[in-house]
Every structure is written in structure tokens, then in C-alpha cells.
């Protein structure tokens, strides 16, 4: 049992060093801020000063792992009601991590974080475990204040780090929201720092915030590993039976949405709750500079529904290039936006006005032209759904002016096709040469299972194409891209998991893909920068993965492999080895992970052994989307603790899973081995 020290004559408190890989480190605590006593606390040597310990290395592998650990984990306690103060020093250059747990899952905590006086992230009300985000490119003085709604408890908190960098890991929420603030909001006045939380389906992060009627504000939301997609709502007020002013139409995690509040309104609630999966989610939201109005007349989503079914009848066969623009435009006093445009594709210039407004017209010069000789399309005619045509003659940068008759909103779009029905014979036979070239690079042996399909994209925008795949074929997806596009991203998914992706930074790509059953896959084809036509071309060639044995427990005779011999006669249900015997050696809370591809259709049963001195096991088998597919725990009985579980429901498609091992209790060798039929 560790010893605890006297540290002012009447708190007794220790602290543990928690590193990313999970390993513990028991020192004294840091120091809370001056006349802030962390209060009487847990020892980290008893019971529950480890059961603390514990829960904190969970947190930390699930949520800081590369990460570097800042200082020392402290064990504290609050007050019913209570808060505390914890102040740090940043240094510059680092985004910032700040996990919290309290004792149980009854106990519920929150935290504040300011830097440098102003508030920089809280927590999405109070929960279980808690999670913030603060970037320091300057670094600061961080304070941090931690709260429970409830009865007290002990708690434990640690830091931890990563460097700034321009394009952040997905799970570094706060710097992925920092990131898209400079994108979309730039200049833009914060209202509301990021709120964050550990969320499951169905959960939300909320966030309320003053506003000025007419006024028009940017809703950022952003979610972390395990969650693909995130839904936003903002409304005129708090809860969920005010009006809708905007919500996200898009399957991404990391949605921006515009609200304009109209008059009248003091105060703006949105909501983010994660469409699919389950993680970290964090949302913020900024006043951006636009002309205030005497009132939103119509909502955002209405006019886009409209301008969707506008390009239906006078953009078929076309592609939207990157999302529909919006917001609030006055009696003459145009709005000016910005298109790229690519040589040899034609396009169409949409919007739509909303109530208020008369008459809507678009202009399309060349660069910054003005007057008739720089006009490249306009539209003639005297309502609110005006539309521009051309077909760019050279890759350039052109603007577009929308002026109006009547105040109001608006919904804008720009939308392209490269084919020759549209007068863009050069881009398709352009295409067509570019994919046919790369076939020969990455497809020989292939055969082409469907025509070439082509669309536009640009500006962020993805095209999206359904493949129909057979189950006894592998498939090859050829893409490449043309005009200033230098980088194609090719992803595959299929009943919303995903398939497979390129790695490559390259205008020509394939990917592979064996699904190992009839699906309809999804391909999206986008573009990191840059604008231009884009094609894909699907190959197959028959699966030729003929079953290979595999031996149980490898070809070794140590008591790990004699053991999972024992345990297959037992628990294997007769299942052969898909996979090598993977084998360890780990301390107490330390886990390792392993890549192990699985094929889609077939069930699976996981076996795990440690040799006498592992007291407990805990095993995870997780998609390669980071879902858990299945898991399963076991402890010792005098011979080494086993673990035997099936997949439940069994893995439909192809892919690398990962196999993650941890050693909940006892130290030294351990193996594991996956079986199927």
C-alpha cells in the first residue's frame, strides 16, 4: 500500500502520471491554485483510489492515445455542489487534452476551461467522464474548473498534449473546430466556446447563446473517433420545441451550418447529436460579418429544397460542386461570391429568393471584371429563380453577383457536368484518355465491370457513385482527375461501413475492394483542393483467397500455445484458425493492439490465454470504422486467465480489423487467436 503525503497540514492526496500507452506512475500531486484546496481525497494506494486509477486508463486509451502526458494526474475531492481550481502553464505550439472521471458513473462532472482570462472549452454539461480541448499556438495560463451538479465524490483528472499541426487527427476535436473556424468563420466573433462531450447515439451536445435579431451566425460541430456522421440544429431559443432556424443537411462529422436570427430573438440553442456512432463530439458557434435585415423571411432549409428541385428540371445529369451558399440579401445591394471553374466544363449558376423578394438575377464575369465586356453568363429574366449558363473556356477563378429586387434570403448553387450532350466534348475525351492511361498502370489484369462515370467537383464537394458489386469478385475502383485537382480521394462504404480508401496523394487512384457478398457500394470521389472533372471506372477479377490451414496455437509447444489448444477442444466449436497465434507480454493496464484481416459473412469465435502469473483479460474485437463488433473478459481459476467469446452479430464485410488485448490485472505472456467458418 502506497503512502500517502502531508502536504499543508491537513490535505492528504496523491497524484498518478497516466501515459498515453496507459501505463501508471504514482507521484505527488500538482499544485492547485493559490487558496484552493483540493479537499479531503482518496489515497491512490486503496481501494478506491485505484478503482480511479483504473477508470482514468480507460479514458486515456480511448480518448489520448499518441498523446503526450503534461505534469501528473491528481485525485481530489469535491463538495455536494463543490468546484475546484486547477491552474497550468501552456506552452506554445501544443493543443491541450484535459480528461476527468469521477469514482463512479453515478458521479457526474464538469469542467470550464479559460486561457488567459477568456473562456476557451466546457464541457457539454455534466457527465461521467469528462473531456476538453484548448489550443495554445501562443501558448497561456490555463484555468480549469471542475464541477459536480450533485453529491460529492472523489475525482481524478490529467493532462495531456499534442502538437499543433494544420491538418489534425480526427479525435483532436478542439483543433479540427479551430481549424474549420478559420475556414468558415474568419473574423468571426466567438459566442459560444466549444462545448464538449463524450457521446453516444442518441445523446447531444447542447450549447445556448445570446443573439442580435438579423444577425447571422456559424455553427461549427465536429465529431471524433467512432462517429461518421454528426447532425446539427440550431433553433429560435433553448429546447427542443422552438423553431427551426437551420440544420445540417450533409453525412459528415463535421457540419457548418448558418442561422440567421430574426427579430425578436435574444437567444439561439443548437444542438449536435451524432448521426452514426458513438465518441467525442464538440460544437462552438461564431457571429459572422454579413448585412443585418429587419427579419429572416424563410428559412435556410426550405430554400434549399427549393433550389434542389430547381436543378432537378435545369441541371440534370449535373453535380453539385461543393454545397449550396446562403443567407440574407438586400433591396440592391448585391452579394458577391466566388467560383472555380474548369477548362472544357459546362456549368449552371442557380439561386432561388425567398418571400420578400421580386426579382433575383446573376452575373458570371471573368476574375474581378466588371461591365458587359467581362460578363461570361447572365440570367434575362424578371423572377426569384434566376439561372446563368456556360462552358469555360480556360481554367479560371470567376465571380458571381446576385442582386436583387426586395429584402430577403437566399439559396445559391453551382453545378457542373462534363459530357458531350452539355458541349464539354474535350473534358469527356480528356477523361476517357486519363483513365484509360492509368488502367494500364493499376487495373491490368482487370476487367472492366461497368462504364466510365464523370462529374465535377471542387470547393470541398464530393461526386457520388453506386457500384453494384458481385460477391465472388474482387473489384478495383479506378479514378482519376483532371484541371487543377492534384490529389483524387477515393472512398467505398457499403450499408454505412466503410470499405476502402486511398492513401495516395495522387490525381489517379484505385482502390480494392472485395465485398464477400452481393452489395450496392457507395463510391464518393472528391477533391482535398482544386476544381475539375472527375471519372471512375470499375474493375473485377474473381476472389481467388483459397482457404489456408492455419494451426491452433501455431507451431510452438510453450504454455500459452498448449493452453489455447486446450481452450479451442473447449470453446472453439470446432471453428479453424482464420488467423497467426498472436502472441504478448504486458503489465498491469497495459494494452496491445493487432491488425487481423477478417472476411465478411463469416462468424467468428476469439480465444485468449495468459500464462498463471495474468490474473484477469480483457478482449475487443473492433471494426475497421472503430465500432466494437464483439468482446469479451476472463480471469484467472490457478492456470492463467482465459477468454472465449463469439461475434455476435457476425462481420459482414471485408477488412482490417484490429484486435485489442489488455492486461486488466496481473503481468506476463499472453496469446490470442481468432477462428471461423
Request: proline content about 4%.
Amino acid at each position: 500500500m502506497l503512502s500517502t503525503q502531508d502536504r499543508s497540514g491537513r490535505v492528504f492526496i496523491l497524484a498518478a502520471l497516466i501515459a498515453a500507452s496507459g501505463s501508471l506512475a504514482l507521484a505527488d500531486a500538482p499544485g492547485w491554485a493559490k487558496g484552493k484546496k483540493p479537499g479531503k481525497a482518496a489515497a491512490a494506494g486503496d481501494a478506491k483510489g485505484k478503482a480511479l486509477l483504473e477508470r482514468l486508463s480507460a479514458l486515456v486509451a480511448d480518448h489520448a492515445a499518441g498523446y503526450e502526458a503534461v505534469g501528473e494526474a491528481t485525485i481530489a475531492h469535491l463538495e455536494k455542489k463543490g468546484t475546484k481550481e486547477l491552474e497550468l502553464a501552456l506552452d506554445a505550439g501544443y493543443c491541450y487534452r484535459v480528461l476527468a472521471t469521477g469514482e463512479k458513473d453515478a458521479f457526474e462532472i464538469g469542467v470550464e476551461a479559460r486561457l488567459d482570462g477568456k473562456a476557451a472549452a466546457s464541457t457539454s454539461g455534466t457527465r461521467p467522464a469528462a473531456l476538453v480541448d484548448v489550443c495554445a499556438p501562443q501558448g497561456g495560463s490555463l484555468a480549469l474548473d471542475f464541477g459536480t451538479p450533485s453529491f460529492g465524490g472523489d475525482f481524478i483528472t490529467a493532462t495531456y498534449r499534442t502538437k499543433v499541426v494544420k491538418v489534425p487527427p480526427k479525435d483532436d476535436v478542439g483543433a479540427r473546430l479551430a481549424v474549420l473556424s478559420d475556414k468558415h468563420a474568419p473574423g468571426g466573433k466567438v459566442v459560444h466556446a466549444p462545448a464538449i462531450g463524450i457521446v453516444g447515439e442518441g445523446e447531444g451536445v447542447d450549447i445556448d447563446f445570446g443573439v442580435k435579431g438579423g444577425s447571422c451566425y456559424k455553427v461549427v460541430a465536429v465529431g471524433g473517433n467512432g462517429i461518421s456522421d454528426v447532425d446539427v440544429v440550431v433553433r429560435a431559443g433553448s429546447g427542443g420545441k422552438a423553431a427551426v432556424l437551420a440544420e445540417d443537411g450533409t453525412a459528415d462529422d463535421h457540419p457548418v451550418v448558418t442561422a440567421c436570427a430574426p427579430q425578436g430573438v435574444g437567444t439561439v440553442g443548437a444542438t449536435a447529436t451524432p448521426g452514426k456512432g458513438s465518441g467525442a463530439l464538440a460544437v462552438a458557434a461564431w457571429e459572422v460579418k454579413q448585412v443585418s435585415i429587419a427579419g429572416v423571411s424563410e428559412g435556410q432549409k426550405a430554400l434549399e429544397e427549393r433550389l434542389a428541385g430547381e436543378a432537378a428540371v435545369y441541371a440534370q445529369d449535373m453535380n453539385m460542386v461543393g454545397m449550396p451558399e446562403g443567407g440574407d440579401i438586400l433591396n440592391k445591394k448585391p452579394v458577391v461570391l466566388e467560383a472555380g471553374l474548369a477548362k472544357g466544363v459546362c456549368y449552371k449558376f442557380i439561386a432561388v429568393g425567398g418571400s420578400g423578394i421580386t426579382d433575383l438575377d446573376i452575373a458570371v464575369t471573368k476574375g474581378k471584371a466588371k461591365g458587359k465586356a467581362g460578363v461570361l453568363a447572365k440570367d434575362t429574366t424578371d423572377d426569384d429563380a434566376p439561372i446563368a449558363s456556360l462552358c469555360a473556356a480556360e481554367t479560371m477563378t470567376a465571380t458571381v453577383t446576385l442582386s436583387s429586387k426586395g429584402t430577403g434570403s437566399y439559396a445559391y448553387g453551382l453545378f457542373a457536368g462534363a459530357s458531350k450532350a452539355a458541349g464539354a466534348a474535350g473534358a469527356f475525351d480528356d477523361l476517357t484518355a486519363a483513365i484509360d492511361a492509368a488502367a494500364v498502370e493499376k487495373a491490368t489484369g482487370w476487367e472492366a465491370a461497368g462504364a466510365m462515370k464523370t462529374a465535377v467537383v471542387g470547393g470541398g464537394g464530393v461526386a457520388t457513385f453506386d457500384v453494384p458489386m458481385d460477391g465472388d469478385y474482387c473489384y478495383g475502383l479506378l479514378a482519376v482527375a483532371l484541371g487543377d485537382i492534384g490529389d483524387i480521394d477515393v472512398e467505398a462504404s457499403a450499408g454505412g461501413l466503410a470499405l476502402a480508401a486511398d492513401k495516395d496523394d495522387s490525381p489517379a487512384a484505385m482502390v480494392e475492394v472485395c465485398p464477400g457478398g452481393d452489395v450496392v457500394a457507395s463510391v464518393k470521389l472528391g477533391a482535398g483542393s482544386g476544381t475539375g472533372p472527375v471519372a471512375l471506372k470499375p474493375f473485377r477479377k474473381e476472389n481467388e483467397v483459397d482457404a489456408v490451414y492455419v494451426p491452433v496455437g501455431g507451431v510452438g509447444t510453450s504454455y500459452i500455445a498448449k493452453a489455447i489448444r486446450k481452450l479451442h477442444e473447449k470453446s472453439g466449436q470446432s471453428r479453424p484458425a482464420v488467423g497467426d497465434f498472436l502472441e504478448g507480454s504486458l503489465e498491469t493496464s497495459k494494452t496491445q493492439t493487432f491488425d487481423v484481416p477478417l472476411s465478411g459473412g463469416k462468424c467468428y469465435t476469439v480465444l485468449a490465454v495468459g500464462v498463471p502469473s495474468v490474473k484477469s483479460l480483457e478482449v475487443k474485437l473492433v471494426s475497421p470504422l472503430g465500432d466494437e463488433v464483439a468482446s469479451g473478459s476472463g480471469s484467472s481459476t490457478g492456470a492463467g486467465a482465459q477468454v472465449a467469446f463469439d461475434t455476435t452479430p457476425c462481420p459482414k464485410w471485408n477488412g482490417t480489423y484490429k484486435l485489442t488485448v489488455k492486461m486488466f490485472s496481473g503481468y506476463g505472456s499472453f496469446g490470442a487467436q481468432i477462428f471461423g467458418k
